[in-house]
């Protein structure tokens, strides 16, 4: 096997013909940073409705839960175990207060 001589001028043209550039990856890196900005915004968007749709599922859950207590404190008001003023107390508390 017979092996071939390399000189300098064949790894100068080597190297013009497949090495990156200062040049070229300035670049890519700034078509990186565009695209991973990109994408950032893209997941936050879908974070924030994920959040507002999960904060909406709660509150419908709260409010079904709130309408229970309420329920049932106008049964044991109407039952006399609840003074008017103790029902009242309980109905001001949070999450969802009445009057």
């Known amino acids: 096997m017979e092996t071939k001589d390399v000189t300098t001028g064949d790894l100068l ?18 078509e990186l940073r565009g695209e991973m900005a990109s994408m950032e915004h893209r ?17 419908v859950m709260m409010r079904k839960e709130d309408a229970k207590v309420t329920e049932l404190i106008r049964i044991l008001a109407d039952k006399d175990v609840l003074s008017p003023d ?10 969802f207060p009445q009057r």
């Open 13 to 30: 043209e080597f190297m013009q013909e497949n090495m990156a550039t200062k040049h070229d990856l300035a670049e890519l890196g700034s």
């Open 43 to 59: 997941i936050l968007d879908s974070m924030d409705n994920k959040l507002g749709d999960l904060k909406g599922d709660l509150v």
């Open 86 to 95: 103790e029902a009242n107390k309980l109905r001001s508390l949070e999450p």
